[in-house]
């Protein structure tokens, strides 16, 4: 008779807490990181690095279970397969019912695709995954031109440092105001198509060229764009709805302002707002207010304090204990009145830095999220910087003039969508 092995499982850190109970089929809470090769993938390659790369996270190899209590990890035996691109960007990976890894590695052509469900990571753990996945194919696809020395793999944290709950092991106490007030944002509304389908619009550019246009306002590149973008939204905002803010929540890298290397989630948000109706709509008046948002919000005290808050709840002794389908009911209603306070989302994954040897392989990469609101992602590789809208509505009026504003200021972008309408 075999002996079965212990069964090896994970709680869910706090900001994956949220992500079980809301997620559906109009936002499956699903993310995608795109690398594009300058050659067409070889399929059997990348499963040789993926085989490689999930021996380094194995984290990720896990199912997602419901217990009375909480979600939480449950350590599985099945290995990732790659596979040709044929499922819609940033399909459903978690089926309540099912029992399923929480990540695909995907190709087309020239491109390698990594979905991840967010309760399994943010971004810059799935992207340090990635980085790790390219590293492999890279130096086995071309392993002559490595022959002499193999470059070093630039993430090299123990297993131990990525599975590291980096919200528990900072979390104090300190600081948690006892009441959030929620103001409510002007909400964009469209026509969604009927299969769910995200739509999806890229603009490639040069990260010197919007550079550029930042320096002429004295400010940076992110807060530049989160100004263009609240501009745009602008644009197509009813004359009644102005009585609204524009809110866009901001996603942040804690590990930039708390010591951690986890390939887990660590991240929170900030809300950069601007109320038309009280303030004249030139963008250097927009620029200026966004630019005093992020000086006020992005401060290492008010990171604290928010993390703080949203991890009191799995520190409280009763909440412990309410079974599961309960603490549901009151994370999607949180989630409810949070989306109220919400217009739209920006998430700036920053420059993303590879060995200099890797550098001829790799044409761009490109980030985006499932959506139930429009939303920009953008990262930028060498001098190439890629923003993509994604959206659950068919309308396209305010990626349009997004785009237009940088054209007409000399910006040279190359557009794609995942839909012949433009």
């Known amino acids: 008779m075999t002996k079965r092995k212990p069964v090896e499982w994970t709680r869910l850190d706090n900001a994956a807490k949220i992500f079980p109970p809301t997620t559906n089929e109009k936002d499956t809470k699903v993310f995608r990181f795109v690398c594009e090769l300058n050659e067409e993938v070889n399929k059997e390659i990348l499963q040789e690095a993926l085989n490689k790369t999930i021996v380094l996270f194995p984290m990720y190899q896990t199912v997602l279970r419901r217990g009375v209590f909480w979600y939480y990890f449950e350590r599985t035996e099945m290995k990732p397969e790659v596979k040709l691109e044929t499922k819609l960007p940033c399909s459903s990976l978690y089926h309540p019912l099912r029992k399923n890894l929480l990540f695909e590695v995907t190709y087309y052509k020239k491109r390698i695709n990594l979905e991840m469900y967010h309760a399994l990571a943010d971004g810059t753990g799935a992207l340090g995954f990635l980085k790790t996945l390219l590293y492999y194919y890279i130096t086995i696809k071309h392993k002559e031109d490595f022959k002499d020395k193999l470059p070093v793999l630039d993430y090299d944290a123990t297993v131990t440092q990525k599975n590291d709950d980096s919200f528990l092991k900072h979390y104090t106490g300190e600081n948690i105001p006892k009441k959030i007030k929620i103001t409510k944002a002007y909400r964009m509304v469209g026509r969604r198509p009927i299969d769910h389908r995200l739509k999806v619009i890229e603009g490639e550019m040069s990260v010197k060229e919007v550079l550029a246009l930042a320096h002429q306002h004295n400010t940076t590149l992110t807060i530049y764009l989160t100004a263009l973008f609240i501009k745009?939204?602008?644009?197509?905002?009813?004359?009644?709805?102005?009585?609204?803010?524009?809110?866009?929540?901001?996603?942040?890298?804690?590990?930039?302002?708390?010591?951690?290397?986890?390939?887990?989630?660590?991240?929170?948000?900030?809300?950069?707002?601007?109320?038309?109706?009280?303030?004249?709509?030139?963008?250097?008046?927009?620029?200026?207010?966004?630019?005093?948002?992020?000086?006020?919000?992005?401060?290492?005290?008010?990171?604290?304090?928010?993390?703080?808050?949203?991890?009191?709840?799995?520190?409280?002794?009763?909440?412990?204990?309410?079974?599961?389908?309960?603490?549901?009911?009151?994370?999607?209603?949180?989630?409810?009145?949070?989306?109220?306070?919400?217009?739209?989302?920006?998430?700036?994954?920053?420059?993303?830095?590879?060995?200099?040897?890797?550098?001829?392989?790799?044409?761009?990469?490109?980030?985006?999220?499932?959506?139930?609101?429009?939303?920009?992602?953008?990262?930028?590789?060498?001098?190439?910087?890629?923003?993509?809208?994604?959206?659950?509505?068919?309308?396209?009026?305010?990626?349009?003039?997004?785009?237009?504003?940088?054209?007409?200021?000399?910006?040279?972008?190359?557009?794609?969508?995942?839909?012949?309408?433009?």
């Open 232 to 422: 745009a939204i602008y644009s197509e905002m009813p004359a009644r709805s102005r009585k609204y803010p524009v809110v866009l929540s901001v996603p942040v890298n804690l590990r930039a302002y708390f010591p951690s290397v986890t390939a887990r989630n660590f991240f929170g948000t900030i809300s950069i707002r601007y109320q038309f109706g009280q303030r004249e709509d030139s963008l250097a008046n927009i620029i200026e207010e966004v630019k005093l948002a992020f000086q006020r919000e992005l401060t290492e005290e008010k990171l604290k304090e928010k993390m703080n808050r949203l991890s009191a709840l799995e520190h409280n002794a009763f909440m412990r204990v309410v079974p599961l389908f309960i603490k549901d009911w009151v994370l999607g209603f949180a989630n409810y009145l949070n989306d109220r306070g919400i217009t739209a989302t920006l998430s700036n994954v920053g420059k993303i830095s590879l060995n200099e040897e890797f550098h001829p392989y790799i044409r761009i990469f490109n980030c985006f999220n499932s959506a139930r609101r429009p939303q920009i992602s953008m990262c930028s590789f060498g001098d190439r910087l890629v923003i993509s809208f994604a959206s659950p509505f068919t309308g396209t009026d305010v990626q349009k003039n997004f785009f237009r504003m940088l054209t007409q200021e000399g910006v040279n972008i190359i557009i794609s969508s995942n839909s012949k309408e433009q």
